[in-house]
């Protein structure tokens, strides 16, 4: 923008060069005062929203830190181009982050490795973190797996310390729960927006739960088991409005499904169950019965073997649906193992190949051997193979002795 002033402002100066050499010396010179000005502004880096307010900006890289990222062997190139911002800010405590992520038995790699990805770890105060090791180490088993829970989720750990009373409120809550501590972990590590808000929304979150399992039938002795299970699989479910998971069940209870359907799909979607909404799920049910042209009582059978049919988007289904078709496979297969529709197109088609290749014809076999995940399917497949390379024994059969 500078330029364009700079050139406006000798617009006549510029209408009185002549097309000689004087005109080209004039552009040489606005070239250069462009190429100057974007050097200069590729060295203002911009500073994320939520910097520490308590740390100051420099017009240069702060060298202490510089050198003590150098010094663990932290790739400084990636720094710079991923999170530049950090390298200008003091004061900086490289060496005490490093000091205490060796002292839980990180080694130097490892410390290289999380500096890499999170150089931001630097701008916490050493008391800080300090306080941060203490909360974890109360539910993480040994610092072995905490320093693998930093390497994964460095960003859950090196945390701001406005929220280290709710941290510690909502662990104090979830084990008044009598979870496993690997859970609570897990939830810390994965989902660490719900440790740094008020406990009381998660009691009200967990609270829904417990009510829903318990009005669909579910037995006091196994809710435990049951929420630990829950949370596991998508701890991201704490973040949802209540709201949500009541008007998906009132949804599916108003589609006819009975007390314990809804509960064995509340099991089977993993808390998935508040991913969803009654308009989608309402779409989805219509394509597929109208795509499968089954009945709705079939159709609940259908969701209760593969409940992921619920969160599919009709342009999803549309395309697995046409490619199954297009191998070959017929819809009343389809209907008898819904669950193949969990499966991307491109994985059917590869894993169709590998058994057409050793003479499996899925179009008068089973589906159930497409199923699952990679490894389930090599287990099917090589027990295919197996069957077809193992000799028949024919117990009538004369045996061969010698004459």
Known sequence: MLVACFAVSHCSFFSSFTLGGQLADFASMLRLIATSLCLRCQRVTALPLNYRPCV???????QQTVEALYDLSVDIQKVRKLKGW????SPAYTK???GLLKDMGASGSIIARILAVHPEAVLCDPDQMQAQRELWVSVCPNQKELVGIIEKFPASFFTS???HDNQRDN????????????IITKLMASAPQSFSRPVEQNEVMVRTLQQAYQELGGEEANMKIWLQKLLSQNPFVLLKPPEVLRQNLLFLRDRGFSTAELLRLLSKLRGFVTELNPDSMRRTLAYSHDTMGCSEAELRDIIINCPALLYYHEAILAERFQGLLSAGIS??????????????TQIVNYRLQRLRAHGYDVRTGSLEVLN???KDFEMSYGKLQLRRERPLFNPVAPLKGDD
């Open 372 to 374: 699952g995940t990679k």
């Open 331 to 344: 819809m009343s297969q389809i209907i008898e193992t819904p669950t193949v529709l969990e499966l991307t």
């Open 56 to 62: 100051t900006l420099s017009s240069a890289e702060n």
């Open 171 to 182: 662990i104090a809550f979830f084990q008044s729960l009598n979870l496993n501590k690997r």
């Open 96 to 98: 005490e982050v490093a």
């Open 86 to 89: 950090v390298l200008y800010q």
């Open 161 to 163: 310390s406005s929220h």
